[in-house]
């Protein structure tokens, strides 16, 4: 069994920042991928940022260029910076894994960027 811990989330004004962490422990070999989805209030569960063990990143197009992610492999551990926020990014954001060939699921945790 795996656990996804978040951590980070809460409130910011437009054009502030927030970073975001989420640990993985438990029964790990491998983590494939790390990332993180969003949803927001009526929209479906989007992908926000992933990154696989390769290091590469994927970003949706929404937030190039102010949000980053990262891993501690070490840790077991990605963290997303987020900058300039805007208010359309306040959703509940879930962190997600795949470790060795299943995927798991953070809790969710709240960012609510105010405008």
């Known amino acids: 069994q795996v656990w996804l811990v978040e951590s980070g989330g809460g409130l910011v004004q437009a054009g502030g920042s927030l970073r975001v962490s989420c640990a993985a422990s438990?029964?790990?070999?491998?983590?494939?991928?790390m990332g993180w989805y969003r949803q927001a209030p009526g929209n479906q569960r989007e992908l926000v940022a992933a990154m696989p063990i390769s290091g590469s990143t994927t970003y949706i197009d929404s937030v190039k260029g102010r949000f980053t992610i990262s891993r501690d492999n070490a840790e077991n551990t990605v963290y997303l910076q987020m900058n300039s926020l805007k208010p359309e990014d306040t959703a509940v954001y879930y962190c997600?894994?795949?470790?060795?060939?299943?995927?798991?699921w953070g809790q969710g945790m709240q960012v609510t960027v105010s405008s």
């Open positions: 438990g029964t790990i070999f491998r983590i494939n991928l």
């Open positions: 997600y894994a795949i470790v060795d060939t299943r995927a798991y």
